[in-house]
């Protein structure tokens, strides 16, 4: 069965540093999908990015990169320009690809706190 | 557009009771999941419904736990009878179809706490 382990219970930042949540997982499956959610107060996980374990090239959105080392089996997510509003939870999660479950199996999360 | 709703926001009820939550998906997504996410845990599948049809509930305590989606729209998600261990955020999302290119919407959950 695929696990991912977020070793980081909770972790802050100064507004404007950088900061890296880390996330390791356990697959035997070439094919899957990586992602990291995430979740404010209000509960509504939201999609921070995705990375296609096929590609190389890591994936970036904005202030968001990950490192995916696929050797390695390790996602982390990079926050850069850090704001206040990135404070909340943050899950990484991982799926199997094309044709296998549906299922996001995820990890117990990381509390990130940004303070000012 | 409108998002994934999801009522009640809390409920409180007492181990053996009943509970039932509601989920409305957002419209035109054929796919609806329920996921469970206990305090301090990330969030674990309880059923996936393609239409009205079932995709996946092997997680699914069904000696308690039952789910329908009629007319493939809405959910509800009961829990008969409810245990202490059931306390969690149950949150329901909706995707456009199967398939990993097709992102779920999550809604804003509900807490359940039992006593």
């Known amino acids: 069965a695929q696990t991912v382990t977020q070793s980081q219970p909770e972790m802050s930042v100064q507004e404007a540093e950088t900061v890296t949540l880390s996330c390791t997982y356990d697959?035997?499956?070439?094919?899957?999908?990586l992602f990291w959610y995430k979740q404010p107060p209000s509960r509504q996980m939201i999609l921070v990015i995705r990375?296609?374990?096929?590609?190389?090239q890591n994936a970036t959105e904005n202030r968001f990169s990950v490192n995916f080392q696929k050797a390695a089996k390790s996602f982390s997510l990079k926050i850069s320009d850090s704001q206040l509003g990135d404070a909340a939870m943050y899950f990484c999660?991982?799926?199997?690809?094309?044709?296998?479950?549906?299922?996001?199996?995820f990890g117990k999360g990381t509390k990130l706190t940004v303070n000012p | 557009e409108a998002g994934v709703a999801q009522s009640p926001r809390y409920k409180i009820i007492e181990k053996r009771q009943s509970v039932a939550f509601w989920c409305n998906p957002i419209?035109?997504?054929?796919?609806l999941y329920w996921y469970q996410q206990i305090l301090g845990q990330g969030p674990k599948l309880l059923i996936q419904?393609?239409?009205?049809?079932?995709?996946?509930d092997s997680q699914l305590p069904k000696d308690r736990f039952s789910a329908e989606r009629l007319k493939g729209v809405d959910s509800t998600l009961k829990i008969q009878p409810a245990k202490l261990e059931d306390s969690a955020v149950y949150l329901c999302?909706?995707?456009?179809?199967?398939?990993?290119?097709?992102?779920?919407?999550f809604g804003n959950g509900t807490r359940l706490t039992v006593t």
């Open positions: 419904f393609q239409n009205n049809g079932v995709v996946d």
């Open positions: 990375q296609e374990a096929y590609k190389q």
């Open positions: 999660a991982y799926r199997r690809g094309q044709g296998g479950s549906e299922k996001l199996v």
């Open positions: 697959t035997s499956e070439s094919d899957y999908y």
């Open positions: 419209s035109g997504h054929a796919t």
């Open positions: 999302a909706s995707s456009l179809r199967v398939g990993v290119n097709s992102p779920l919407h």
